[in-house]
């Protein structure tokens, strides 16, 4: 395949810009400290605060190692953007809630994210925004799969 049709570094290339777009269009003093992943998980934790979500969920969701989330969350947690509590039925497990921080960086985010979006697709048909989207999660899914099994 030739270097300018390969998909990984399109796909690589978009979520760069993204992120910029999105750290750039409403920063702050929150923003700026809640770029990357961290906004992506505040979002997540957001829109599922009346469950209960516990690391592995954010691994699952975010297809990252153990590892790699413990260290996302401990930064999270230094930062003030969550907090971690024991649950009374088992107390390995560490249920994640925002803070009042983590709350206010997903109200400026909120809005960073539409308007990014927003960019992303202008120009698209929504059949073309439903067939990318499709297709995507599609190749997600591919790797997904070649995955499965290795250790964290």
Known sequence: ????RRLGFEIKTVSNLLKREIGSSRSGKYVANATGTNGFIISYLAEHAGCDIFQR??????????STMSNIILRMEQKGFLIRTPVAHDARL????????GWEIHSIMEGAVEEAEAKL?????D???EKM????????RNL??????QSS
């Open 127 to 129: 059949s073309d925004i």
């Open 144 to 149: 997904e799969a070649d995955s499965k099994g």
């Open 94 to 101: 560490k249920k994640l809630t925002l803070t009042e921080k």
């Open 1 to 4: 395949m030739e270097n300018e």
């Open 121 to 125: 697709v202008a120009g698209l048909s």
């Open 57 to 66: 969920d954010l691994e699952k969701k975010f297809s990252v190692r153990r």
């Open 133 to 140: 989207h499709s297709i995507l999660v599609r190749m997600r």
